[in-house]
C-alpha cells in the first residue's frame, strides 16, 4: 500500500483492451479508491498519450513497476503474460491478466505456482461475469441446457494474433 493507504495500481499494455484497464483505475483512483501509478506500454507514444489522459505517470518497461505496485492488469500480448505475471507474482504483487492466460498450460501452471507461493492473487480477465447485462440474467437463468454466443464486432486480427512484442 503507498504512504495514503490505498492499494497502488498500474495497467500494463494499454492498446486496445489494456486501455479499458488504465480508464477503470482512473475511474477508481477519481473516486479515491486506489492510487494509480502509471500505465506501460513498449510504445512510449501510446504510454505517454494514455498516461497524459489518465493524470498518471507512463512507462515503456514494466520492469520500472516492479517495487512500485500492489497489484497490476497485464493486457499485453499473450506470449509475454508468463513473463510478466510471474515477475509481480513473486514480487508478491497482485495480478490480473487478460485472457488466454498463457502460450500453454506450463506457462499458467508456473503462473499459478509463483502466485501460490507468494500469497498474492492471480485472476484472469473474465469480465463478462461482471457485465451488468449478465448480473441482470443470473437469476432468471438458472437450468441453462446451451447458449450461443455471437461476436458483432470484426475479429481484430493485428491484435489478435499478434506473436511478438518488443516488451
Given at each position: 500500500m503507498g504512504e495514503n493507504g490505498k492499494l497502488r495500481v498500474a495497467a500494463i499494455g494499454v492498446g486496445s483492451p489494456g486501455?479499458?484497464?488504465?480508464r477503470n483505475y482512473a475511474e477508481l483512483a477519481a473516486e479515491g479508491r486506489v492510487e494509480m501509478i502509471g500505465v506501460c506500454d513498449p510504445s512510449a507514444e501510446t504510454a505517454a498519450q494514455i498516461g497524459s489522459s489518465h493524470g498518471c505517470d507512463h512507462f515503456t518497461d514494466w520492469h520500472d513497476l516492479l517495487g512500485k505496485v500492489?497489484?497490476?492488469s497485464i493486457a499485453t500480448?499473450?506470449?509475454t503474460h508468463c513473463e510478466i505475471a510471474?515477475?509481480?507474482?513473486?514480487?508478491?504483487?497482485n495480478v490480473l491478466v487478460e485472457k488466454p492466460i498463457a502460450l500453454t498450460l506450463d506457462e499458467a501452471d508456473k503462473m499459478i505456482a509463483a502466485a501460490e507461493r507468494s500469497g498474492a492473487t492471480l485472476m484472469v480477465g473474465q469480465?463478462?461475469?461482471y457485465n451488468p447485462a449478465m448480473v441482470a440474467l443470473r437469476p432468471h437463468v438458472t437450468r441453462p441446457l446451451y447458449f450461443e454466443i455471437h461476436r458483432v464486432s470484426p475479429f481484430p486480427i493485428a491484435r489478435s494474433m499478434s506473436m511478438s512484442c518488443p516488451m
Open positions: 486501455r479499458h484497464h488504465a500492489d497489484a497490476v500480448p499473450t506470449e510471474c515477475a509481480f507474482l513473486e514480487s508478491g504483487v469480465l463478462e461475469r
